[in-house]
């Protein structure tokens, strides 16, 4: 071989490798929190060097900006996760980006925009917006399933959702399931996240709107668990990598729970699974038993107390994967920690919090609950929303449908998601909420009024 072949021969070996060695996008991007000043984005790669975000306001490209990942680490799925969290951005605007990962620009079929939080407060009114709320993502893997009818039935839920145009997504628990070849081994957790991430239905979803979460039995650990999960602390650092929350439990109390703000909605998101006493201890014989842990609940009881201080927060919702009001002898609602139940919401009545609303899953049905607080008193209400692609079952012919707080038109046990919009001003602000299911038909439409739930309109500050 002549050296100008050779020298050919080198270059086009050296194009090859470069080309094999590019990275490859596997999930994402995804919309994380999101404030006045600083967004949240996630993807997650396999094989690269280098990933770069390139973000300017919307139509004023001389304001780009940039923000390069390299020394990238790897997961145990072999998988790189990466979190972009550019600050110091301008309140209350729109966005532009692109992503690329070594080097080759990535190309999307939706927008790849993001929004700051606008600065509403002392100045005018609460602005108008609308959330989704699921729960129970299964996604099939024949080779470890379960032997039988497979249990996902499609994800057309999460395909629908990503249509809606809503501005964020709750997310409460079982967002995806590991299954027995996954909770024996490090490795096969991390796998279990990657995969189920990765499905193309969920892709515009994930892209469109900001995610925050919460988890269940399902993404914590083994089904029904308990706080003496032996992986727990591996699980909580995959939740911590793939989710964008603002905060992950406290300093010296470990856990997922957080809680964020939107328009005048402040959102409590619990973690249901860290400390939680299994459901077959005998809570009349064990009257400590607890499904939150002490230290959360009165972290919860504060953050309550504070929403209600600040004055401009017409919303409490509080978020968690387990049912609240509901009161069926099943294993895994919070009627098996009543004592627990009964001292939160006690509490909400003597310190006349208003405005509560429990956002929970798992059950795999959808319905609204509701309970007074005392003869005359206002009401709180519950809105679970369940399942997004997991098996479901005839809930509307089953004991839960004579449940006392239950709103019995509301229930809904088919693949579906819930979509809540808030709306009106002063006396008139209310949420509405309606489930859609997988074959885009609305089940039902309710209206809550703000002033059910115990708001009173107040004067606009002059401050």
Same mark, same amino acid.
């Not at 005998?282 to 309550?304: N, P, T, V």
């Given at each position: ?7 050919? !021969? ?49 139509? #004023? ?33 729109? /966005? ?21 939080? #606008? ?9 108008? !917006? ?32 990503? %249509? ?18 996954? /909770? ?6 991390? =796998? ?16 469109t709107m900001n995610h925050y979460a919460t988890w269940d039995d399902h993404d914590y650990g083994p089904n029904d668990s308990n706080w003496s999960f032996e992986f727990k602390e591996e699980t909580r650092k995959i939740f911590k990598s793939y989710w964008g929350n603002p905060s992950y439990g406290e300093r010296g109390n470990p856990g997922v729970y957080t809680k964020f703000y939107w328009g ?100 795999? =049905?959808?319905?609204? /609950? ?10 709180? /209400? ?22 006392? !707080? ?37 089940? !039902? %439409? ?18």
């Open positions: 071989m002549n050296l100008r072949l050779l020298a050919v !021969f080198t270059a086009c070996s050296s194009l090859l490798a470069t080309a094999v060695q590019a990275g490859q996008l596997v999930s994402g991007p995804m919309l994380g929190y999101r404030s006045h000043r600083e967004v949240f984005l996630w993807l997650e790669t396999k094989g690269a060097n280098a990933v770069t975000l390139d973000y300017w306001i919307a139509g #004023k490209p001389e304001t780009a900006q940039s923000i390069t990942r390299d020394a990238l680490s790897e997961s145990p799925a072999n998988g790189q996760v990466i979190h972009f969290r550019p600050g110091m951005l301008e309140v209350g605007a729109d /966005y532009e980006y692109t992503l690329s990962i070594d080097g080759e620009k990535l190309s999307f079929p939706y927008p790849t925009t993001f929004k700051t939080t #606008k600065l509403w407060e002392w100045r005018g009114p609460p602005p108008e !917006f609308t959330f989704l709320v699921g729960s129970c993502l299964y996604v099939n893997e024949p080779a470890v399933d379960r032997p039988g009818t497979p249990y996902g039935k499609g994800l057309e839920a999460v395909s629908l959702a990503g %249509e809606t145009g809503a501005d964020f997504m709750v997310w409460l628990g079982d967002n995806w399931y590991y299954r027995e070849v996954d /909770y024996s081994s490090v490795s096969g957790l991390w =796998h279990r996240a990657q995969r189920d991430r990765a499905q193309p239905e969920l892709q515009k979803l994930l892209g005048d909605a402040v959102f409590i998101l619990m973690d249901d699974y860290t400390y939680r006493d299994d459901v077959e201890l005998d809570q009349d014989k064990h009257e400590a038993k607890s499904m939150w842990g002490r230290r959360q609940l009165e972290w919860l009881k504060q953050s309550l107390l504070q929403a209600k201080s600040l004055g401009h927060y017409t919303f409490k919702f509080i978020g968690n994967g387990t049912q609240v009001l509901q009161t069926g002898e099943l294993k895994m609602s919070h009627e098996a920690y009543r004592r627990e139940r009964e001292e939160l919401i006690q509490f909400i009545a003597d310190n006349k919090i208003t405005g509560v609303v429990f956002l929970t899953g798992d059950v795999h =049905h959808t319905g609204l /609950y509701r309970r007074q607080l005392g003869a005359d008193g206002p009401w709180i /209400y519950e809105i679970t929303s369940s399942p997004l692609s997991a098996g479901s079952w005839a809930v509307e012919k089953s004991p839960k449908a004579d449940d006392p !707080f239950v709103i019995k038109e509301t229930l809904v046990g088919d693949q579906n998601f819930v979509s809540v919009s808030v709306t009106g001003e002063g006396a008139t602000r209310a949420l509405v909420v309606s489930s859609t299911d997988k074959q885009g038909v609305k089940r !039902f %439409e309710h209206t809550i009024k703000a002033t059910d739930l115990g708001f009173v309109p107040r004067r606009r500050s002059a401050r």
